[in-house]
């Protein structure tokens, strides 16, 4: 699959860490499996990994903390 950010090279396997605020909370997943470009950095997920992420932000969101930090 060609970047679709630089078109300079094929998207290659790998894992990255996605961040996002959710509900006033912040949230960063580490190891998720993604699409990495070698060339500019940049990363796609698949769509059902985010929108796995989104559901486990759900239930993490009844604890606490602020910031909340897993592993994939
Ligand atoms: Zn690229």
Do not use: W
Not at 51 to 72: H, P, W
């Amino acid at each position: 699959m060609r970047c679709s950010s630089c078109d300079q090279a094929e998207m290659q396997e790998g894992t990255t860490t996605v961040a996002f605020e959710h509900k006033g909370a912040s949230y960063a997943f580490n190891k998720v499996p993604a699409m990495l470009c070698p060339s500019c950095g940049a990363s796609s997920v698949d769509e059902k990994i985010n929108d796995q992420l989104m559901l486990r932000a759900e239930m993490l969101r009844e604890s606490a903390a602020k910031v909340y930090i897993r592993e994939y």
